[in-house]
């Protein structure tokens, strides 16, 4: 039987801080705020979004929420960007990605001033992490499974840390922050060969490959951890995780849930950097 590394006691103990930290800014006239830019209706966009409004005024920050049809242009994208980084009252954006074809991801990622880029999706912010020069922030779901590690005193340094995703948006930045903290990583994906074999030898596994229920039993083994990072919704509209829990939890020491895991410090972690912006003002 697993320990259940559960996401609100980390969440908690952080936004404790926030909090005071937004009442000394709010003293100074400085009130928080943070855009969140949505294109279209995704379920997991939503519940992600749902969490982060939710946080935010636990915490105390401001939000706005910018939607978009799907069929939206690059240009339009464009044009509510150079308005955020042109509103001194805004202090970080939050863009929901993947975009749609119709829009330039990349194109709308280097546009977004880099002190406003709270979830790390520029290159400025990408440079902060993977060569540790100039300033930027961390992607927000890879720093909450850090924290979480932290918390939950799961020892990095030394380990071996299989990660099953390869993406930017997590699979990348965690790898190379775990490298960081003296891991020794392996950046697995969905076309590894003998994926299962990969993870088993791993002592931590981080699961962020997008694909619902695709770590089960065959990957892990007693005395390891895994991190669930994965938000997906299945056919019957359930939001479900990359590990499929129910075989897995029997077997390992330690293990996330989803829902209740990763996702609340991963908001917690998107106010305490839109915090950190407003304090540089």
Do not use: W
């Not at 400085?30 to 915490?59: F, Q, T």
């Not at 490959?209 to 299945?234: H, L, P, S, W």
């Amino acid at each position: 039987m697993a320990q259940i590394l559960l996401g609100k006691a980390v969440a908690d103990a952080r936004s404790e801080d926030l909090i005071g930290r937004v009442e000394v800014l709010k003293e100074k006239g400085i009130d928080p705020k943070l855009v969140i830019v949505r294109v279209g209706e995704k379920p997991e966009d939503l519940s992600y979004e749902r969490g982060a409004l939710n946080r935010a005024r636990r915490i105390g920050v401001e939000t706005d929420v910018r939607v978009f049809q799907e069929n939206v242009s690059t240009g339009e994208v464009l044009d509510a960007i150079a308005a955020i980084n042109e509103d001194p009252k805004i202090h970080g954006c939050l863009v929901f990605r993947p975009l749609p074809k119709t829009v330039d991801e990349r194109v709308i990622c280097e546009s977004l001033a880099p002190e406003k880029d709270v979830d790390g999706i520029g290159s400025a912010s990408m440079a902060h992490v993977f060569m540790n020069q100039g300033s930027g922030f961390a992607p927000c779901t890879a720093e909450a499974v850090l924290a979480m590690l932290k918390h939950y005193k799961i020892p990095m340094s030394g380990s071996r840390v299989t990660v099953i995703g390869r993406s930017l948006v997590i699979g990348k930045p965690v790898s190379m922050m775990l490298l960081n903290e003296n891991a020794t990583v392996t950046i697995c994906h969905t076309r590894t060969r003998d994926l299962a074999a990969a993870a088993r030898e791993a002592d931590i596994i981080v699961a962020c490959a997008g694909k619902a229920g695709m770590v089960g039993k065959d990957f892990v083994r007693e005395d390891q951890t895994v991190i669930d990072v994965g938000i997906n919704v299945n056919d019957e509209g359930k939001l479900v995780g990359d590990v499929d829990f129910d075989s897995v939890e029997p077997i390992v020491a330690n293990i996330t849930p989803t829902p209740r895991g990763v996702g609340s410090v991963t908001t917690t972690m998107l106010m305490q950097h839109v915090v950190e912006a407003a304090e540089m003002i």
